[in-house]
């Protein structure tokens, strides 16, 4: 029905491998079979590579990249050091002192939480 809107759906890399080979039955057939939108077919064509190399569970393609490389850089090296001094590191220690280092380095939109910290230290 046209100007309905379904709700949200979350699709693993295996399922978004199968419908981005629909080259037998097209891409709008698939869009219509899937429920979802011809564009997003489209778009997983594109990132056909990409998915194959991610675990087949996985829904989304993250890239981990630093938001704030200097300020991390510097955190790393400062935890290296602590612990080659048998020093302890926790995440409140962790965090407070990347603060620290973003104030001293003039990051203004740092806010050091704890889901930060927590993607920090994978």
């Known amino acids: 029905m046209p100007g309905v809107r379904h709700a949200p759906q979350s699709f693993t ?3 978004k491998l199968k419908v981005a ?7 709008r057939a698939a869009a219509r079979g899937f429920e979802i939108d011809e564009s ?9 590579v990409v998915m194959t190399k991610l675990p087949k569970c996985q ?5 981990g990249i630093a938001k704030f490389p200097a300020v991390e850089r510097t955190l790393e090296e400062w935890i290296i050091s602590q612990r080659e001094n048998s020093q302890a590191v926790t995440t409140v220690m962790i965090r407070l002192e990347a603060k620290e280092l973003a104030r001293q380095m ?5 806010v050091g939480g ?3 910290c927590s993607r920090f230290m994978h």
């Open 13 to 15: 890399f295996e399922c």
């Open 21 to 27: 080979h629909t080259d037998e039955i097209g891409n």
């Open 40 to 48: 997003m077919i489209h778009y997983w064509q594109k990132k056909k």
């Open 59 to 63: 829904c989304t393609c993250r890239t």
């Open 106 to 110: 003039n990051v203004a939109d740092f």
């Open 114 to 116: 704890l889901s930060w």
